[in-house]
């Protein structure tokens, strides 16, 4: 695995609560939540739908309003179906002014 710049922390602090950004053909999403970066796969195990367009971030947890499965951004974890299966997280921090994600 590789640390990787993906995103200006002042670009991503201005994005609306996601910044989706692709790295090596995986679409990610970043999310700051008290000042710790987060990223995972944009796309919720259900039915695959893209969290940067149909999902909120409710404190720690993602909302999928496809068909209201909820995660929890810092784990993974599945807080309410109908998924089955925790989102893949990715190691992501802040350095130097950049995030970076580990692929």
């Known amino acids: ?3 990787r710049e993906v995103a200006r922390s002042d ?8 910044l989706s950004v692709e790295v090596d ?3 990610v999403v970043l999310a700051a939540l008290d000042d710790t970066w987060y990223a995972v796969e944009d796309r ?3 039915a695959g739908c893209p969290f940067s367009s149909e999902a909120a ?3 720690s947890t993602i909302v999928c309003n496809c068909h209201g499965s909820e995660f929890d ?5 599945v ?3 109908p998924a089955e299966y925790p989102i893949r997280t990715i190691p992501a921090r802040e350095r ?3 995030i970076e994600v580990d692929l």
């Open 1 to 3: 695995m590789t640390w």
């Open 11 to 18: 670009e991503a602090a201005r994005a609306r609560q996601w």
């Open 25 to 27: 053909g995986l679409q």
């Open 44 to 46: 919720c195990t259900h």
């Open 57 to 59: 971030l409710e404190g």
């Open 73 to 77: 951004l810092t784990t993974g974890e």
């Open 79 to 81: 807080l309410r179906g």
């Open 96 to 98: 130097d002014g950049r």
